[in-house]
C-alpha cells in the first residue's frame, strides 16, 4: 500500500530557529509536493520537485526552501521560523510529471507552531 | 486565471438522505479533475477522479461525481450518507497541458461536510 510519512505529527518552535520537517515515501514516486493547509485556503502550494535535485516554486516559496537528495525523502526547510508559518504542512507524492492524470498521496501532516 | 470554487463552506445532511457537494472551475482545456477527502487529524484520501469518457466517475466509499462541461462543474455526490462520511471535502483541478511546466493541481478551499444521525 502507498506510504507517505511525516517525520512528526506536532511540533513546536520558536521564532528565528531554522526548522527541518521531512517526509519520505516508499513508492518510488518521481514527483514530491509541500503544502500548508489553513483554514479557508485551502492547500497553498509551497515548492514541489519532479525528480532528484529538482525543485520548483509553488505559490507561496518565501521563507521556505526544500532539499531532494534522495528520490524518497523531500524535505522543506524554514529558514528563520516566524509566527506567520504556524500552520498545517501536508507532503505529497505522485507518480512523474508527464502524466498529469495520477493523484496525489499523502502524509498525515505536521502540525507545526511557531512560538 | 485558473481557479476552483467550492461554494459552500459547509454541509450538513442527515444521515440516510442523498448528499451533494458542489464544486466549479475555471481552467482552460479539458481539465484533470479529482476530489480528497480528509479526516480529522489525517492527511487527504484520493476519492476519484475524472479524466475522460463516461461523466458520472464512481469512486471509494460509495461516492460519485458528475462532470457537467457546459456548467463547469464536478459535483460529489452519494446516495445515502453515513455519519462516518463526516470531513472536510477538496475539489482539485489540473489543466492537461501545463504551462511553464507547472503540473500543478488548484485545489479548492475545501467543504466541511457534517452528516447528522
Known amino acids: 500500500d502507498v506510504k507517505v510519512t511525516q517525520s512528526s505529527r506536532y511540533l513546536v518552535k520558536r521564532t528565528g530557529e531554522k526548522v527541518f520537517l521531512e517526509c519520505v515515501q516508499d513508492m518510488d514516486h518521481e514527483n514530491m509536493f509541500w503544502y500548508r493547509q489553513d483554514p479557508g485556503l485551502g492547500l497553498r502550494l509551497i515548492y514541489f520537485?519532479?525528480?532528484?535535485?529538482?525543485?520548483e516554486k509553488g505559490d507561496i516559496p518565501e521563507g521556505y526552501s526544500v532539499s531532494r537528495e534522495k528520490k524518497e525523502r523531500f524535505s522543506l526547510i524554514l529558514e528563520s521560523a516566524s509566527t506567520n508559518q504556524t500552520s498545517m504542512y501536508l507532503c505529497a507524492s505522485s507518480l512523474w510529471v508527464g502524466v498529469s492524470n495520477q493523484p496525489q498521496h499523502f502524509g498525515d501532516g505536521t502540525r507545526l507552531s511557531i512560538l | 486565471a485558473q481557479s476552483v470554487a467550492q461554494p459552500e463552506d459547509q454541509v450538513n445532511v442527515a444521515e440516510g438522505n442523498p448528499l451533494t457537494v458542489k464544486c466549479t472551475y475555471s481552467v482552460s482545456g479539458n481539465p484533470y479533475l479529482f476530489w480528497y477527502v480528509q479526516y480529522p487529524n489525517r492527511g487527504l484520501q484520493f476519492l476519484l477522479k475524472y479524466i475522460t469518457g463516461d461523466n458520472l466517475v464512481k469512486g471509494s466509499y460509495g461516492f460519485e461525481a458528475e462532470f457537467n462541461k457546459s456548467q463547469t462543474s464536478f459535483h460529489l455526490k452519494k446516495p445515502s450518507a453515513l455519519v462516518s462520511d463526516s470531513a472536510l471535502y477538496f475539489c482539485a483541478v489540473r489543466a492537461p497541458i501545463p504551462m511553464d511546466s507547472n503540473y500543478q493541481l488548484i485545489w479548492g478551499a475545501g467543504t466541511k461536510l457534517i452528516i447528522k444521525p
Open positions: 520537485s519532479y525528480d532528484v535535485k529538482m525543485k
